[in-house]
């Protein structure tokens, strides 16, 4: 087994610039296409189930927010009509994820939008998403194993138990090891090119992406399962930090200069009071102005969570180790509703 991983990952280092390549000539023909009507129909009839299995729609006024940078981007796609076609939801599940299915359909759950810090940072997984549906990946694959994998993941996360997930998925994940990578790195070139044509600044993906990174490697140690809970060679997805080294490439290429922008306020305050963590009539956002005695250390000791408070402060406010908070500007604490 051990030695068909190694070939299966040497394989999809020597052929990842050929299909770069081949990659880039398809985003380009996909220009002007348009959401086929097949697509939509498996999208509408999954809908509903995904919805149910990811903790219902969120319906807080966050997610008029969403939808409104979603479909700013989705345009950018090249689709016809798919500031139309596209359907964005925010889902009240407490687990960090986004997906995408066929039909436009994007998701995003308020877990995911409460580690952002800005507007660009939430366009930049929104594009993601946006990309995995203009190249057409779930279609490309078995859309009905794709989005059963969806519903398992959503099982088990809600249960806790991923014994049954593991033993389904384990021998697929692995012969489509290449595959769903693939997948991955062309939907995040796609979603740096939609946000920088957006208006956004393109480096947000990247500070995403490494705030993503930080906050799962900071939940598996809570868990007790180490750094990481699963090798990267087993994953479907790149490990964090080769993606984020991979999408401050991509927005170099972009030609964007890489200055530090401006707290994003409006979209800080946006988040304000939105339910926050496994509980959400427990534990909500709350965004402070930094005074002037604040610190990392007191600011942390007040948000409502049992262990390692400093470390989830840094993670929810972008905030690297060593460095600390400025006063007057803005912060996210998770304090109790």
Known sequence: MRRLIAILVATAATTAPAEAQQQQRQATQRQAMAISASDRQQGLAAHPQLVTQFGGVFTGPQSAYVERVGRRVAVQSGLSNASSDFTVTTLNSPVENAFA????????????????????????????????????????????ATIGSLLAAGAAQITGSETASRLVGAGAQLYTLRYGRDQEYEADSLGVRYIAAAGYNPYAAASMLNALDSSTTLTARASGTGSRSTPTWASTHPNGQDRVRRATQLAAATGRPNVSAAQDTAFLQMLDGMPYGPAADKTVLRVVIVQPRDTVATLAARMAVPQFQQERFRALNGLSVGQEVTPGRLVKLILPA
Not at 105 to 132: C, F, K
């Open 101 to 144: 299915v066929v039909g436009g359909y994007v998701y995003v759950t308020r877990q995911l939008l409460g580690l952002m810090n800005s507007e660009a940072e939430l366009a930049s997984v929104l594009g993601h998403e946006v990309g995995h549906v203009a190249a057409r990946h779930a279609a490309r694959r078995n859309t009905r």
